[in-house]
């Protein structure tokens, strides 16, 4: 089945810098990947998504890029601010067997915004 | 519009015992999936459902079994429950099943087994 590696664990960054959140993926045949953003005690809430036929994705301050080659994507959140401090989640869907599968998420990263 | 609400928000049961966990979808989505989240990891596939069949699986034991109505709300039931059946359980709505359709999560339940 699929696997989703998540780098790193925990991001430290200043107010005002960048941040990036790296994935990598072990199944080709995944062709969409979510990112959610978790604050404690809520569910996750969908930021910003990529399907396969697109390479990057920008909303505003997000953006996501996808190197399907060699079977990665990132998160880039630019100009950080307070509000943003939570755990992101990537995660990937592809097919198997009969259909389209659940997500498979990574394992996070607690990302802090230092003022 | 409101989002997908899960219930109850919190449950403690012990041992053996059986539970039952309720999700309503956002309106006009026909498709739910059940995620089981522990503390500290990403959320993990248990089932999904569209149009009341259920159209894909995790690697979950047969203790976990779920269900959807013809309103396309959903309920997950787990039997003879374990201490590391404890966790918040997450159900997400989309509006069909498809591989590239976003998903949307509710509040979850936090269940929580003594």
């Given amino acids: 089945g699929e696997n989703v590696e998540q780098h790193p664990s925990t991001l430290s960054v200043q107010e005002g810098d960048s941040a ?5 993926y072990s199944d080709s045949a995944s062709n969409y990947f ?13 930021i910003i998504d990529i ?9 505003q301050r997000i953006a996501v890029t996808l190197n399907k080659t060699a079977k990665h994507f990132s998160l880039h959140i630019t100009e950080t601010q307070p ?3 939570a755990v992101y989640f990537c995660a990937s869907r592809g097919y198997s067997g009969g259909g389209a599968d659940g997500l498979t998420f990574g394992k996070g990263t607690h990302l802090i915004i230092q003022p | 519009d409101a989002g997908v609400t899960q219930s109850p928000t919190h449950l403690i049961k012990t041992r053996g015992q ?11 989505h026909k498709s739910v999936s059940w995620y089981q989240q522990v503390l500290g990891q990403g959320p993990q596939f248990i089932f999904q459902y569209y149009e009341k069949e259920e159209r894909g699986r995790g690697n979950f034991p047969d203790r976990f079994s779920a269900r959807q ?14 201490l590391g059946d404890s966790a918040l359980y997450l159900c997400a709505s989309s509006l069909i099943w498809g591989s590239d359709y976003e998903q ?11």
Avoid at chain 2, 104 to 112: D, S
């Fill in chain 1, 20 to 24: 990036v959140i790296k994935c990598t």
């Fill in chain 2, 104 to 114: 949307f999560f509710g509040p979850g339940t936090r269940l929580t087994v003594l």
């Fill in chain 2, 69 to 82: 109505f013809p309103n396309y709300s959903s309920e997950l039931n787990v039997n003879a429950l374990l």
């Fill in chain 1, 51 to 59: 399907r396969s036929n697109v390479g990057e994705k920008k909303d």
């Fill in chain 2, 18 to 28: 059986h539970v039952t966990l309720r999700c309503s979808p956002i309106s006009g």
């Fill in chain 1, 83 to 85: 509000e943003d401090s």
């Fill in chain 1, 34 to 46: 979510p990112w959610y953003k978790q604050e404690l005690g809520k569910g996750p809430q969908l």
